[in-house]
């Protein structure tokens, strides 16, 4: 029996088999929880359906989180399935491509700015404020992801690094205000993994190059690793953690250079 056994766990932007949402569900799946899934589009509904089937779950909604019907509607259809919700994980980030490809001030705009805030940040406020009363009662919890490009400048991350800070943020006051409920509400700060969403950074594989020369256990972590920390999250192993940043990201960010030995003594 797993520590998950019992819980009934809704996932949001698994996208392929390589993304941090997939490797959550791989480990939330073998702990035993029940899982239930959303697809952005019709375009996507077909790949989600693949991926559920493997997990045991036939459990899939549309929902695009930039409309406040549809995540109503969510949480309206899941509710005739489950009398009740343990876990909302919130695996959703996106910026326009061109805002993450250059100098932050020369490629930032207006438009971008909002709508990786949007996606990133306010849906989770939007998916609590919709799915809080199915987790009523039920020691829940709410899980979100980031990474340190929200306390920390990194090339061509730029509005993303942004909308992480605030999502961060949005953790701690949603742990402030659903507290009193019982419901938890974290995020895993994972290192970078080479995703589908990552790809999307410029010079992304030296970026990861880097980092492991650099994270104390010189290398970088996997989607199952995360997982296993977010299925940890999620359970009530972690019942006195709420409003925390967990990093998943082999001490990266407890470093400042790295090793003397990495470094070119012909240079110095």
């Known amino acids: 029996m797993g520590f998950l056994t019992g819980k009934r766990v809704l996932i949001l932007g698994v996208a392929s088999k390589l993304s941090i949402a997939s490797g959550i569900a791989e480990a939330m799946h073998r702990e035993g929880a029940e899982l239930a899934f959303t697809y952005q589009n019709e375009k996507l509904k077909d790949r989600v359906e693949k991926f559920a089937k493997s ?3 036939n459990l899939i909604f549309p929902c695009d989180v930039q409309n406040d019907s ?8 899941l509710g005739t399935h489950w009398d009740g919700l343990d876990c909302i994980v919130h695996c959703l980030a996106y910026a326009p491509a061109h805002e993450l490809d250059g100098n932050f001030v020369d490629v930032s705009t207006r438009e971008g700015f909002l ?20 987790m009523r009662g039920r020691n829940g919890s709410i899980l979100t ?17 942004l909308a992480k800070a605030s999502l961060e943020a949005s953790v701690r006051y949603l742990a402030a ?6 419901i938890r509400v974290n995020a895993v700060s994972a290192g970078p993994i080479r995703t589908l ?3 999307g950074i410029k010079s992304f594989r030296k ?8 994270t104390p256990l010189r290398k970088n972590v996997t989607i199952e690793e995360v997982g ?21 990201d082999g001490g990266f960010n407890t470093t400042a250079m790295g090793s003397l030995n990495d470094l070119d003594d012909s240079k110095q």
């Open 70 to 77: 549809e995540i109503a509607e969510l949480f309206s259809a």
């Open 55 to 57: 997990w045991d779950s």
């Open 115 to 134: 709508t990786a805030h949007e996606i990133s940040s306010y849906s989770l406020v939007a998916l609590a404020q919709a799915g809080h009363d199915m």
């Open 177 to 182: 205000s659903l507290g009193p409920e019982g």
């Open 145 to 161: 992801l980031s990474y340190l490009g929200a306390m920390r400048s990194l090339p061509n991350y730029n509005v993303m690094g």
């Open 197 to 199: 969403a990552a790809s």
């Open 228 to 248: 296993n920390a977010a299925s940890f999250l999620c359970s009530d192993l972690a019942s006195g953690i709420s409003g925390e940043i967990l990093y998943v």
């Open 207 to 214: 970026m990861l190059q880097h980092n492991a020369a650099q």
